[in-house]
């Protein structure tokens, strides 16, 4: 490896060493804070006051540690780095509260841990919430996160962005973890498909409202490309072993056409990031010169050195080599023998107007620049619509094509699916030397991208005078304007139960004449779910936490209870609390309120006590409590209340608020139903049986497993979301 990349004069001979050096040490703990705007900056304020000041000169056997800081090129210091030892986290009670801090804000999705440079490709790619966004290789989806939380970045009050993001992976099992990663951001506005990028198929979409018929492209794409991942060296140190130049070689091609088909889906004007964590010119530059040779003039590298100006960054290659299976630099494509090309493009080698390409404008980041991983970006700008390239290919180049069409499904490919999936990247895969000889026959769809999933139930929308619709719009007050006509169910039972609203580009895409070419693997925010109780409530519908704060933007306050720190610590510390167990304040509001679902709201602007210590940061001199809006749904039986939040919800509020909580008995492990859950539920209240509405805390114990818990076994469908629901 050592002797490759020197020969690749990936830097100089000087800066070499402390590059080597670098590759060998762990990387520091790096994470971002999530969510949309005021969430994150509450949660940012609290890392930096409530903690930063007390770990500042904390030492550890005689090592001062330097304490946690935001990352310089990150915008409004959301993103941070620390750089301190197991032990220092053991021993100094101070990192000890920050680690479990850490911990539990990860849990609830707050904080994710992120690499340092895997953040700086969504940043790159400029996101504007009307953007239509097409992030091709998303999984697991830590750079779809930041998208959608860029395209929701406005947070305007009864506004559904127009923007859309197309999160997409080719592995069946991959892009459930996609689903796991975004559910908490509960966007309309996405939709999670499962294609081989390189094959991604055009949609005639259906008119919007405006009688138009936009096309299916999209402003921003993101090329996140699998790779040998040898820029990853500080983080998965198997590489050391693994490596080998031929992991590169076969993901070439591969590569090249998943960033082709970007460029097709890219509109005129728009922008299109292509990146990898490898430091092989053979997956980067390679694959950037021969884009910009088959686009022929459409398409052009940015020059982005004003846009991150903090980022240390190194320039693209122009020049670099290719090297045989044994070692041996091969000038050009042709020197190699004709039954040895198996393995080789024309395309690996630099082109011959390589210097009037601009490649300088890629960025490479090496790891010693400002204690990273390594990472590769190149970001284009489409100037024209781009013509499919035969015509732009050389002759004698098309011809070496036709020479490999065939052998490319060997050993290349094979490399190219399974690094696919970095974990999986070993000595064989990499096709390289001192590996297995490697099978010739073509791979399946199966082989490469695991097996595919089950057929998915179709998306249905309902009328916006569908009784149901008409039921829950009256009774929750939905706004005239809200559109009604942007709920889904999966299913055509006799009885709607799980209702999903997606935004109105969602929409028009899944209304495409050719949506059958489209596999959507998820879409939607659960919004409403039918609640059988034996409650005289007035609506069967009540709605779910997951779309609720977009809910509550668009409900009439008839059904919404503003409330204090109080009244939320009594829903988390009683199991079912009766009204008598409420302040007095309260008690006749409770009262009023008609059975049923509701929202709860709390406004830290309105707290009597809002300049009281809390609770949870004792010590840590910080006073007052959340700082963005509380809302969650309740549900209002006959004579007690009961939130309608999952375990892991409620500790988390609890959490935030500093008080502890009992778990919910309506929240049965393994989702048990029926008797057992009723006996669970019975068994946990303190109150006797006759006060409280067993039945409907038991009717809701199910629904909240998460849609990721079928990625663990059980395929995802309409049917099975019913049964759960
Ligand atoms: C580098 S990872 C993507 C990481 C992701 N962008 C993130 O930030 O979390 C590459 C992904 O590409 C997927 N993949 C491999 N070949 C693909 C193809 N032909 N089309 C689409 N996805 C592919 C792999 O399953 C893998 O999840």
């Known amino acids: 490896m050592e002797q490759y990349y020197k020969a690749q004069k990936i830097m ?90 850490l911990v539990a804000e990860t849990e609830v999705g707050n904080i994710s841990r992120q690499e340092a440079v895997s953040m700086i490709p969504p940043l790159l790619l400029d ?94 794409v993101l090329a996140d490309v699998p790779c040998s991942g040898d820029a990853t060296l500080r983080k998965n140190p198997m590489i050391w072993t693994n490596w080998t130049h031929g992991g590169a070689m076969g993901l070439h091609h591969t590569q090249v056409n998943i960033l082709q088909r970007g460029v097709q889906m890219l509109k005129v004007g728009g922008r299109i990031v292509y990146s990898t964590c490898s430091f092989n010119p053979m997956e980067n530059e390679a694959v950037v010169a021969e884009i910009l040779n088959r686009a022929n003039g459409t398409l052009e590298l940015v020059d982005v050195s004003n846009e991150l100006p903090q980022l240390k960054r190194r320039p693209g290659l122009s020049d670099w080599k ?65 013509v499919v390239p035969n015509s732009s290919r050389s002759v004698k180049e098309k011809v070496a094509v036709q020479e490999n069409e065939n ?122 779910i039918r609640q059988d109780s034996n409650s005289p409530a007035q609506c069967t519908f009540r709605i779910h936490n997951e779309g609720i704060a977009m809910m509550r933007q668009f409900v009439s306050d008839a059904r919404v209870m503003a409330v204090q720190l109080k009244e939320v610590i009594t829903l988390l510390q009683a199991p079912y609390p009766k009204i008598s167990e409420f302040p007095e304040s309260i008690q006749e509001r409770l009262t009023a309120l008609p059975t049923g679902c509701c929202i709860f709201e709390f406004d830290p602007e309105l707290e009597e006590d809002k300049d009281q210590p809390n609770p949870r940061w004792e010590g840590q001199g ?61 068994a946990a209240t303190t109150t006797s049986d006759a006060d409280v509405d067993v039945e409907t805390s038991a009717d809701l114990s199910a629904d909240d497993s998460p849609m990721v818990d079928r990625y663990e076994g059980a395929p995802a469908s309409g049917k099975e979301e019913e049964e759960t629901a």
Request: charged residues 25%; proline residues 7%; glycine residues 6%.
């Open 12 to 101: 100089s001979d000087e800066e070499w060493p402390i590059f080597w050096e670098h590759l060998k040490v762990t990387l520091p703990t790096t994470f971002r804070i999530t969510g949309t705007r005021s969430h994150a900056v509450e949660i940012r304020d609290t890392v930096k006051n409530a903690f930063v000041p007390h770990l500042a000169n904390i030492s550890v056997d005689g090592v001062v540690a330097d304490p946690p800081r935001p990352l310089p090129w990150y915008p409004d210091e959301l993103g941070w780095h620390f750089d301190v030892s197991r032990t220092l986290l053991k021993k100094s009670p101070e990192y000890t509260k920050f680690h479990q801090f």
């Open 127 to 220: 996101v504007q919430p009307q953007h239509w966004v097409m992030d091709m290789c998303a999984a697991p989806g830590s750079k779809t996160a930041q998208i959608i939380e860029m395209v929701h970045a406005n947070e305007q009050y009864k506004v559904v962005p127009s923007g859309l993001i197309v999160a997409n992976d080719a592995d069946y099992r991959r892009s459930h973890m996609l689903i796991h990663q975004t559910k908490r951001l509960q966007s309309p506005c996405l939709i999670v498909t499962n294609h081989d990028a390189s094959l991604m198929p055009s949609l005639k979409l259906a008119p919007n409202k405006a009688g138009d018929i936009i096309p299916f492209e999209f402003d921003r």
């Open 322 to 386: 290719v090297f045989t299976k044994d070692g041996q630099i091969m000038e050009k494509f042709e020197d190699i023998p004709k039954d040895a090309r198996g393995r080789f493009y024309p395309s690996m080698w630099p082109p011959s107007n390589a210097d009037n390409l601009h490649l300088e404008r890629c960025l490479r980041i090496y790891p010693h620049l400002q204690n990273t991983g390594g990472f590769f970006v190149a970001v284009f700008k489409k100037t024209a619509p781009f």
């Open 407 to 528: 052998a490319m499904a060997s050993e290349g490919e094979e490399a190219a699916a399974v690094a696919g999936d970095k974990h999986k990247l070993d000595s064989s895969a990499a096709g390289g030397q001192g590996s297995e000889p490697v099978k010739r026959a073509r791979m399946t769809r199966a082989e490469r991208f695991g097996a595919p999933g089950p057929k998915e139930e179709p998306f249905l929308f309902l009328d916006a005078e569908n009784g149901d619709v008409e039921l829950f719009s009256k009774f929750y007050g939905l706004d005239e304007d809200f559109p009604k006509d942007q709920f889904l169910v999966r299913s055509e039972g006799e009885k709607n139960k799980t209702i999903y609203f997606v935004s109105e580009a969602v929409k028009n895409i899944l209304k495409s004449e050719d949506i059958h070419r489209l596999k959507v693997v998820n879409t939607g925010v659960r919004t409403f």
């Open 622 to 682: 910080l006073t007052g409590f959340v700082k963005s809006k509380l809302v969650f749904p309740v549900w209002k039986a006959q004579v007690s209340f009961n939130m309608l939040l999952n375990k892991q919800e409620r500790r988390s509020l609890a959490m935030r608020l500093g008080v502890d909580c009992v778990d919910s008995p309506h929240v049965v492990e393994g989702g048990a139903k029926g008797t057992a859950a009723k006996a669970a539920a019975a």
